[in-house]
């Protein structure tokens, strides 16, 4: 069920009736305050001035064509031309016991799916996980889930860091450890920052460890047998860390989903092959470039995208165009969406253009970098540590559990201990994922324990606090699984309800479209402030209700419970039955 669709598509019959062009936007859109109705007809507006008349005249003509009957109760026009509708709500009350009768909610499922490549996480695996990456993963796992949820077909790509030349000093430093018979997980590589900063190190001291990484690295790319041995040994050791805070935080991504830098290392030498060939790519200073005018600076410099180094060496641009390729010519993704943090932007309109001009990139794949703002510390400058140090995913993860429980023991409980640790983990784990993904993708945002953790606001406790409340009344009344009443709507906190509850689906095309999140969370705290006022205003288990009446609410309220708990399993967040 979408009601704004729905309005769209009668606002669009009634203006060609008019004679308005077909290309009018009929700019539906949901009320912003309840004088103005539950949506709003804004197209009168456009095609008034494409046609030179009158606004309020032209909104007249609409609505005297539009057939609402079935589902308005009235539709007024408003200001220079707004035409303003009012639902009826007997029409929501029966749209919403459809919902109900629905496993999907009245989501509508996608009749035409896409192949939806989504590019996230992808930390580097020479270090561990560090806040950095916690936004690519959490955003486009959401943006994920709620694709799948829609009915495309979703195929992850965590585009790991594992390739490269540090990779090889790592290795022979791993050598070198193993050798002195030092017990690889257990100590090694129990911490990859202090194994990074001993390689490197031993780099810096040592000229012929040095050359024997560098010797290392030619080796690697050339396949040699015993020094991939050792590459994979370092990047099962890492790619645990990453499964841990994977783990840890409700990521849907799994091993199967790898698909590394290291995976597109055999396409590289033909990447650049091409692009010679196409006279895309010339020679500079040695190395292998494509000039783009498109992307010139204001001085007119063409922007340089560097795909082979002198002395041989593919970069990171190269992999990336080897990735367009297989991602939109070998699977035939119709979207393939990138999350990284803003400073890779040029980047990805560099590979755009080339992969474009080379066709690597089929006309009808989209190719959308997703970028995301810095996470901030108090301070307002980029979240480190006291110390100044990057802080490690993992760590965090474990103090905001922590902190929930230390909020939770403030609360007065009848939980045993092992609820308790279920909800302390559900609860920090849910608020440090919904203050990120509450805010806008591309804005930077301040990290606040206490903000986040709280059970008032558009928190993560205080969705799932709502959902323990609905459940312990849906206890209460003793209802079964199979529990079905009649919808039955009187008052305006049922309609409201009723009317958010509708709106899940205009959320999510939302989320899809644009890759934000964030509007699926002000959505779900809408929803849940509107049962809230639903809540007091609208009595359930008190003496004296009439009983279908009563069932009604309780209906309304199942559905409400049904759909925080679909909207947090789309952001990766859990619920649970009591807090
Ligand atoms: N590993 C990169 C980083 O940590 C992100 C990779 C994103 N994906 C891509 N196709 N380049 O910055």
Known sequence: MNIRD???ERARQAMTRVGIPADTNPAVTQSTRPEFGDYQINGAMGAAKALKKNPREVAQQIIDALDLSDLAASTEIAGPGFINVKLKPEWLAEQLTLAAADTRLGVSLNTAPNTVVVDYSAPNLAKEMHVGHLRSTIIGDAVARSLEFWGDKVIRH???????TQFGMLIAHLEDQLAEGVDLEGVALADLEDFYRAAKKHF??????ADKSRNYVVRLQSGDAHVLKLWQLFINASVKHSEEVY?????????ADLR????YNDMLPGIVQRLQEKGLAEESDGAQVVFLQELADKDDNPSVFIVQKRGGGFLYSTTDLAACEYRSVTLGADRIIIFTDARQGLHFKQVELVARKAGFLRDDSTYEHCPFGTMMGSDGKPFKTRTGGTVKLAE????AVTRARNVIAEKTSDLSADEIDEVARKVGIGAVKFADLSKHRTSDYVFNWDAMLSFEGATAPYLQYAYTRIRSILRRAELTDAFNAPIVINEDAEKQLAL???????????VMREATPHVLCGYLYDLAS???????ACPMLKDGIAPEVRDSRLMQSVVVARLLKQGLELLGIEVMERM
């Open 530 to 536: 509107r049962f809230m006022t639903f809540y007091e």
């Open 260 to 263: 590394g830098e290291s995976a």
């Open 204 to 209: 810096d001291d040592d000229e012929a460890f």
């Open 247 to 255: 783990e840890k935080l409700n990521v849907s991504l799994t091993r």
């Open 6 to 8: 729905l309005l769209t």
């Open 396 to 399: 965090l993860l474990d103090e």
């Open 158 to 164: 965590n585009h790991i860091g594992d390739w490269g």
């Open 500 to 510: 958010a509850v509708l709106r899940f689906e205009e959320a999510l095309q939302l």
